[in-house]
């Protein structure tokens, strides 16, 4: 076989992957229903570019229609070349918007030399992109966090929070006025990188926060990484961990009745979660 079949080969492999596993996330957690309207964040970066690819090629065989815009932040980062996005979004035929706020100014401003930006940046990201959303009727957003991010976050918060928490794959904001969804939540970060190299994106790197090495988050990377290295599959496990937590074996009072649990009494089973089925988008097991 050739270089190029080889590369062909694996590039459909790796395509019908993330599909498969983007559509099962998006079943499992009911995340695009009928007549959504899906603001799709992109960064310029290796997920976001994927996310978007990989939704608009499952839209195409869905028995639903549901809109999708690209929008990106333009955070006025010294150097950012803002003619790549739509440039890009123009050659693929997909309706964008740019939104022009200067927020790299107030975090470098605000936030000492050497200290972590990533806080401040993201709240302001936020804030700039529900505002767009809110404001333009779009009423689900659409971010490419992966797997890999998800379980980072669940130790990060686990070392540093004293919380177990991580990244749910769909979630009510705050305010409770935006659905954010992740369709990436099922897929790993190095399949991603991979499918990015062989599709060719333009990549945008981040100057602002991109080269801080010493963020927790780089940390939590490298001990997952040394990890799946060390014992292949141990990441699959705490993945799936998270969709199999078992209340009275732990210590949260709020989530399990200790107070009245006694020989006498009998356990009462909770209602479990059933999750809305999405025909078009759910996905055999892999073989």
């Known amino acids: 076989m050739s270089t190029l079949d ?24 009911n995340m695009v229903e009928d007549g959504d309207r899906i603001m799709v964040c992109l960064s310029g970066g290796k997920d976001s570019y994927t996310m978007l690819d990989i939704l608009l090629n499952l839209r195409n065989s869905a028995p639903i229609n549901f809109e999708i815009l690209a929008v990106n932040l333009d955070q006025k980062q010294p150097g950012f070349p ?31 030399e050497g200290k972590t930006t990533c806080g401040l940046c993201s709240r302001m990201r936020r804030g700039a992109l529900y505002a767009y959303a809110e404001d333009n009727g779009f009423n689900k957003i659409a971010l490419g966090h992966h797997r890999d991010d998800i379980i980072e976050t669940f130790f990060l918060n686990m070392f540093y929070g004293g919380q177990l928490k991580a990244m749910p794959a769909k979630l009510k904001s705050d305010n409770a006025k935006h659905i954010v969804i992740r369709p990436l939540a099922y897929s790993r970060e190095k399949d991603i990188a991979e499918f990015a190299e062989l599709k060719g994106y333009p990549i945008i790197p981040c100057n602002l926060c991109g080269s801080q090495e010493n963020l927790q988050r780089v940390q939590m990377k490298n001990m ?57 988008m759910s996905a055999s097991k892999q073989s």
């Open 6 to 29: 080889k590369t062909k080969t694996r590039y459909n492999k790796l395509q019908k992957r993330l599909r498969r596993e983007m559509g099962q996330a998006i079943a499992d957690y």
């Open 82 to 112: 803002e003619h790549v996005l739509p440039e890009y979004l123009q050659s693929i035929g997909v309706p964008y918007h740019v939104i022009e706020q200067d927020t790299y100014s107030v975090v470098t401003r605000v936030i000492p």
């Open 224 to 280: 997952l990484t040394q990890w799946d290295k060390d014992f292949p599959g141990r990441v699959e496990i705490i993945f799936n961990s998270m969709k199999n937590i078992k209340p009275s074996q732990l210590l949260d009072r709020q989530l399990f009745d200790f107070e009245t649990l006694s020989q006498t009494t009998e356990a009462k089973v909770t209602n479990e979660f059933q999750p809305v089925i999405f025909p078009a």
